[in-house]
């Protein structure tokens, strides 16, 4: 029966599948992984990926990694990782899209602001409170904002901005702000 529901909502049944827009914009799904601090998975089915989860890319934000294949575990990776994993794993988020319709990245990963149950942004308390950076490389609709709450973030020395050095800063962020 729940493999019918899942079919359907996915729009299998229809002449034309819903776009990720129609699926995932405004709509509560549990978070069944955290891949790292930016990064996590969905409990419904990817219908453009083909997996059993949809895997999730906050927008605007860049957390540091914690098992990248080039650049290893970088500092802060672990305590932003972890902040994702507590408000999230297991709880209810609802998944908000930007309005126009690129909501995949370049790895096909469905592009998102999260709201917590408590209705605060994923996003924005990722960079409030230093767990990552704003990533203005591309652009959403919230930039100047995210850019806001990290002046304010590294101004008090929050989170990684308490101690973190320019090299340790991520290689994107390292070549904008090295003078």
């Not at 129609?22 to 997996?51: I, S, W």
């Not at 309005?99 to 960079?127: H, Q, S, V, W």
């Not at 591309?138 to 930039?143: G, I, K, Y």
């Not at 100047?144 to 994107?172: H, S, T």
Request: zero cysteines.
């Amino acid at each position: 029966m729940m493999g019918l529901f899942a079919m359907s909502r996915l729009g299998v049944f229809r002449a034309n599948p819903v776009g990720d827009r129609q699926l995932y914009h405004d709509q509560t799904f549990t978070v069944v992984k955290v891949v790292d601090g930016d990064t996590l998975d969905l409990n419904v089915a990817d219908h453009k990926a083909d997996r059993e989860h949809t895997r999730v890319r906050l927008w605007g934000v860049d957390t540091p990694e914690t098992k990248h294949t080039r650049y290893g575990e970088m500092y802060w990776g672990p305590q932003a990782a972890k902040f994702a994993r507590e408000k999230t794993l297991h709880q209810q988020v609802r998944v908000v899209l930007e309005p126009d319709e690129k909501n995949r990245g370049k790895f096909g990963r469905l592009l998102a602001y999260i709201y917590l149950p408590n209705e605060k942004m994923l996003n924005e308390e990722l960079i409030k409170l230093g767990h990552g950076y704003a990533d203005p490389r591309f652009r959403h609709m919230l930039r100047k904002k995210f850019l806001q709450l990290q002046k304010e973030a590294q101004k008090e020395k929050r989170g990684l901005w308490k101690d973190v050095r320019p090299e340790q800063w991520p290689p994107w962020y390292s070549q904008r702000n090295r003078k």
